[in-house]
């Protein structure tokens, strides 16, 4: 296939780039090269644009001749503060708006986009008394007490955590998340619009090699690894106890490529399916911290206390979903991967401007 992959000289798109070559296919590249997450222009084989995803003529002319597209382009993470809204909701929302305007009088009618877990707030939750309950944002007096951990909104009681599947409500708790979901709902509006076909890959915490450092738009395992480049302690909000799903960025390159090649078989016309993408292997923070510093060999992770009103407690993957419809199961194990990690080459960054996936 020809493929479009919008931010593929990013992080995780630039990993896609390299799997779908390796298959055979022929990938095209469309990508704004920002600062946050480019300090440099990175090194890019094969067909490639230097142009924003909201810029209608340039997205027009990237799809002549293109089979399905990979929707990587976005601004990532918490940002810095509220101010950084109107650059996500352009970035993520405008950027898949015009894309998909372009692909529906373009004839495109294939689509892998970047999903999130973030669209699902907190994880999933059961109460011994009360079955499967889903608690409200946490409150900054419990936050700021040290009371980190969601209760039964019923009744108070110690909540235990599980792992979110797809058909979980969605609770979108930050501008980020919000406009993940937001992309969501307008591919499978361009789907029913145009017949078109779209996944939705809903990433857990990807890590790994080429992840940008030095700012604030990138995720938590590239702040860890930039203070162990720095020779300083990793700094670990809460109490390290907040579960995560951390799943390689390799991974999540071949999950793309399974979705690309399977898009006409597992996903009706009109229609968008989500999948969550995580490797099935639930840590804490405090584990993740903990591995990459001992296996880079700096300073010992740091618990704060500290605490972000838009940070949700847990949120872990149920990926049974794409294991049984593509065939896809993470491949790199927790502790390799951490490891490789802490010693792989971190992609330069600055802060002068919002990161695209």
Request: aromatic share 6%; with cysteine; proline share 8%.
């Amino acid at each position: 296939m020809r493929v479009l992959v919008t931010g593929g000289a990013g992080f995780i798109g630039s990993h896609i780039v390299t799997a779908l070559t390796d298959r055979g296919h022929e990938p095209v590249v469309l990508d704004a090269l920002l600062p946050a997450a480019h300090a440099t222009p990175p090194p890019l084989d094969g067909e490639w644009l230097h142009a924003d995803v909201r810029d209608r003529e340039a997205v027009a002319a990237a799809l002549r001749g293109v089979d399905a597209v990979c929707h990587q382009a976005a601004m990532v993470g918490l940002g810095k503060d509220f101010a950084d809204a109107p650059a996500y909701v352009s970035c993520n929302d405008l950027g898949t708006a015009v894309l998909l305007a372009a692909m529906a009088e373009r004839g495109v009618r294939e689509l892998v986009l970047a999903g999130s877990m973030v669209v699902y707030g907190e994880g999933r939750y059961d109460c011994p008394r009360h079955g499967r309950v889903r608690p409200g944002p946490r409150a900054e007096a419990d936050l700021a007490a040290g009371r980190f951990d969601p209760v039964c909104p019923e009744c108070g009681t110690p909540l235990r955590p599980g792992r979110v599947k797809e058909d979980a409500p969605t609770d979108p708790r930050t501008v980020y998340a919000s406009t993940k979901l937001a992309q969501e709902h307008l591919a499978a509006a361009w789907a029913r619009s145009v017949g078109g076909r779209a996944v939705s890959l809903r990433y857990h915490n990807v890590y790994g090699p080429g992840m940008p450092r030095d700012t604030p738009y990138a995720g938590v395992a590239s702040f860890f690894r930039s203070a162990l480049a720095r020779g300083e302690a990793p700094t670990v909000f809460e109490d390290g106890g907040q579960r995560r799903d951390f799943v390689h960025v390799r991974d999540v390159a071949t999950a793309n490529v399974a979705a690309l090649e399977a898009v006409p078989e597992v996903v009706a016309p009109s229609s968008l399916t989500a999948y969550n993408t995580g490797s099935d292997d639930p840590r804490t923070v405090g584990e993740m911290a903990t591995a990459l510093a001992t296996a880079f060999g700096g300073p010992a992770p740091v618990v704060t206390g500290a605490y972000r009103l838009g940070d949700v407690r847990h949120i872990t993957a149920s990926s049974r979903r794409i294991r049984e419809a593509l065939g896809w199961r993470a491949a790199v194990p927790f502790t390799e991967g951490m490891a490789a990690f802490a010693r792989a080459p971190q992609r330069g960054g600055c802060l002068s401007g919002p990161g695209r996936a």
